[in-house]
């Protein structure tokens, strides 16, 4: 299993899964001791892993790396969240420290958190550790008004999304999870659903947006979206009316599907993130696992684009991969199942009449 170091090499990369290997799978969901289909989405769950892997039973996929990306936006200017820009960067300590929610979750489920900044707008704070340094720029420019960033900054994410999905492999993840986090990600993430989805943007309360504080959203989305042609390009929005974090997971996703890996996808950011990484390389789409039903209105519709149906529904909407970490053990028992229960042949059990 290999992975690719910049985002056009892992574009040219992604190849389509094993149909014969998913047929196997379901094949031997029959004579598992079960009736067909009592374990609903985790049957379809087993059979997607063995596509990836392209072995029946597929191999429990561990190890596990949960890469958060961190940046800031400039559309804060715009008075669109709650909270101040320099939250990013003392969260960002936090995720370094061990301290944050998706910390305590990694540690529950034995995966390594790998925090990474890619655009976050301040200095961080002394004493921060564990945290890689890939800062493109101090965050993105105030997409309300101008492209959030140039082709050449928007490369940069993405082959630093790309890059860092080699070394996990490299190092012997298995299972790829998305995380997250920039004060005012929320607006540039249903900016892109809204472009890519050619629905109205539908706003939320992000980290705790007030109504006149959404309703500020909304016209800020509006403006940027306004600038963009009819069925825009997933890579031209992203420039446009993206972010830094937002461009280096498409390059972790898309270089995690080149490599052969399932990718959980997080809440709203990230399943932005992978609508313009599956509407750029559409093949990207089959290695991609919802996690959650982020509570965030956007994501709704960017899972629906994405033919995506999440595994849980918690009501959240924290970002940080934790939804996407939490999904973890059910995406592992899927594989489990198809490679230690017995069938009704080895445990000497009558099956169905035909």
Do not use: C
């Not at 990369?13 to 001791?33: F, M, P, Q, S, Y």
């Not at 992000?206 to 989305?221: F, L, Y």
């Not at 306004?226 to 420039?239: F, G, K, S, T, Y």
């Not at 994501?299 to 995506?308: K, N, Q, W």
Request: glycine share 12%.
């Amino acid at each position: 299993m290999t992975a690719t170091t910049t985002f056009v090499a892992a574009r040219a990369a992604v190849r389509a899964v094993d149909e014969a290997a998913a047929a196997g799978a379901r094949e031997r969901h029959l004579r598992l001791t079960k009736p067909p289909g009592s374990l609903g989405r985790l049957e379809d769950l087993g059979v997607q892993l063995a596509a990836i892997s392209g072995q029946v039973p597929p191999p429990v996929p561990e190890p596990v790396t949960v890469a958060v990306f961190a940046a800031d936006h400039g559309v804060i200017s715009e008075a669109v969240s709650a909270w101040p820009q320099e939250v990013t960067a003392q969260m960002v300590a936090n995720f370094g420290a061990g301290g944050a929610a998706i910390n305590v979750i990694a540690r529950q489920i034995g995966a390594q958190v790998v925090v990474i900044d890619v655009g976050v707008a301040g200095d961080l704070l002394p004493g921060t550790v564990g945290v890689l340094d890939r800062r493109v720029r101090r965050g993105t420019r105030n997409l309300a008004v101008e492209s959030a960033m140039t082709d050449a900054e928007m490369t940069a994410a993405l082959d630093t999304g790309a890059s860092v999905t080699h070394d996990a492999i490299s190092d012997g993840a298995r299972l790829l999870v998305t995380g997250d986090m920039g004060i005012g990600n929320t607006t540039a993430s249903t900016a892109i659903v809204a472009a890519l989805t050619g629905t109205v943007p539908v706003v939320g309360p992000g980290a705790g947006a007030d109504a006149a504080t959404m309703e500020r959203k909304s016209q800020v989305i509006r403006r940027a979206l306004a600038r963009l042609p009819d069925e825009p390009a997933p890579l031209r929005v992203l420039a446009e009316v993206g972010g830094l974090e937002i461009a280096a997971l498409v390059g972790f996703i898309t270089a995690g599907a080149a490599a052969g890996t399932p990718v959980v996808v997080d809440g709203l950011i990230a399943t932005a993130a992978a609508l313009v990484a599956t509407r750029a390389t559409p093949l990207v789409g089959d290695y991609l696992i919802a996690a959650h039903r982020s509570s965030e209105p956007a994501a709704g519709p960017a899972l629906d684009a994405l033919g995506l149906s999440p595994l849980i529904d918690l009501g959240m909407r924290l970002g940080e991969g934790s939804g996407a970490a939490l999904a973890v053990p059910l995406v592992q028992a899927a594989a489990r199942i198809l490679g230690e229960m017995a069938t009704f042949d080895s445990a000497g059990i009558t099956t169905k009449p035909a």
